[in-house]
């Protein structure tokens, strides 16, 4: 979900990257061989200065020197135009040999399903990518038959990680004399401490994505790895007015009735949410690892992040990378996804706080950094990543924010607010497994 929020970038023209400057020579070497004079075309739609963007470049770069006769065109999209155009362009024979793209059963899948991209399951055993990727990983990249995230075929590689986490002040925090809570009886005291000194203490965004997240992790504190599964996958029906959904959705009007969200929030948007942690206004916000390159840039107050206490986190790997069924140069493709996962690449993503979903975190020297990317690879090794809770089901992103903000009005009770969103979960369940 978040990657289409944060990542997309709009870029007004298709650029080409690298071209005979980084070939070693190729076009005046006089080499004559079966590459020559073929183009490997790439799309995908990060920033150049963005983590993904450095790490590409460098993709890019090692792909020349291995291959000098093709030339490279990496060609800048945006979120949007991908998202809304990959099916007329993929059915055409104009189109790129890798893409990035947007994973999930209403997205990957779909495409999966209806035969435009390649199946990549005899490759990835072929390359080791099966071993590589860890489990948490691996499921955004394989669908069913019919679409449906998390078994069957591979259509997609992922190479670098998200996830969802609590930034806090760390100003504020020693003004207050308060500790980075552990446990969620700790955070709670830890909220009550700054209610009690007049403080909010948690900036969120209730017209957006964040609440939905805030639900699905009080949710997930009280789960198992089989709610995870049937709520995300299926595997059995989601129990929506008892257990851990309700639970979860009774804790979160508990906080906005004590204080620790502002009910008022319910009107915020992610923007106005972190704007307000950064200019110091909240001693915490629970976010993604996509704010942590703006707070390192903008945010003046110190400040740190720890992982939400519970048994699991929202978060998932990045987007994938596809390739077409009609795509002309597929081993060139599979060639550039091998070298994306490489320990060099991998590495910048590192330093670049991207997440890196393969290798250590030996070489990151920001300490930052380094936590950040400890947490989030601790977190896909113990396959504790439970995806995102608007994931399962077309149309749901909208049922969630609604529900959310009649939680925060109250307007709703948890169970009428968990019963609205059952009818529209199982709608859309009964869609995708007719």
């Given at each position: ?65 291995r ?16 998202q ?80 969802v ?69 299926f ?7 008892s ?14 009735n ?74 060139l ?50 396959n ?22 009649s ?7 948890p ?20």
């Amino acid at each position: 979900m978040l990657s289409k929020k944060m990542t997309a970038v709009a870029v007004a023209t298709t650029i080409a990257l690298l071209g005979t400057a980084c070939s070693g020579g190729g076009s005046d070497s006089g080499k004559s061989n079966s590459e020559s004079g073929k183009t490997l075309v790439i799309w995908d739609y990060e920033a150049d200065n963005s983590a993904m963007g450095k790490a590409w470049d460098r993709a890019v770069e090692i792909f020349q020197e291995r291959h000098p006769d093709v030339t490279v065109k990496r060609e800048a999209q945006t979120f949007e135009q991908i998202q809304k155009n990959a099916k007329i362009v993929l059915t055409g024979d104009q189109v790129p040999d890798v893409m990035e793209y947007n994973k999930g059963n209403a997205t990957a899948g779909q495409l999966a399903s209806q035969g435009l991209l390649t199946d990549l399951t005899d490759v990835a055993k072929e390359r080791g990518w099966d071993k590589k990727l860890p489990e948490s990983i691996a499921q955004t990249a394989k669908y069913d038959d019919n679409g449906l995230m998390g078994s069957g075929s591979w259509y997609g590689i992922p190479n670098y990680g998200e996830f969802v986490f609590m930034y806090y002040n760390k100003k504020l925090f020693d003004e207050a004399g308060l500790q980075v809570p552990k446990t969620m009886d700790e955070l709670v005291a830890v909220m009550d401490a700054f209610v009690a000194k007049g403080i909010t203490p948690l900036a969120e965004a209730g017209s957006e994505y964040p609440m939905g997240q805030l639900w699905y992790t009080l949710a997930l504190s009280k789960a198992d790895s089989k709610f995870v599964r049937d709520y995300q996958f299926f595997d059995d029906p989601v129990q929506w007015t008892s257990g851990p959904a309700v639970e979860g959705a009774k804790v979160l009007q508990d906080w906005v009735n004590k204080g620790y969200i502002n009910s008022a929030a319910s009107g915020l948007t992610a923007e106005d949410m972190g704007t307000g942690f950064i200019s110091g206004n909240y001693p915490m916000m629970f976010s993604g690892s996509w704010w942590f390159g703006r707070l390192a840039d903008e945010m003046k107050d110190p400040w740190g992040q720890f992982v939400f206490p519970g048994n699991f986190a929202p978060g998932s790997s990045g987007n994938l990378w596809v390739v077409p069924e009609n795509a002309k140069n597929k081993e060139l493709a599979y060639e550039f996804i091998d070298i994306t996962l490489s320990d060099e690449v991998q590495a910048i993503f590192g330093e670049q706080g991207g997440l890196p979903v393969v290798g250590g975190t030996d070489n990151i020297t920001d300490e930052a950094t380094k936590t950040l990317t400890d947490n989030f690879q601790n977190l896909a090794k113990d396959n504790k990543l439970a995806f995102y809770p608007d994931w399962p089901v077309a149309g749901f992103y909208d049922q969630l924010v609604s529900n959310m903000q009649s939680l925060m009005s109250g307007s709703k009770t948890p169970e009428q607010a968990m019963q609205d969103l059952q009818t529209a979960y199982e709608e859309g369940r009964a869609d995708l497994l007719e």
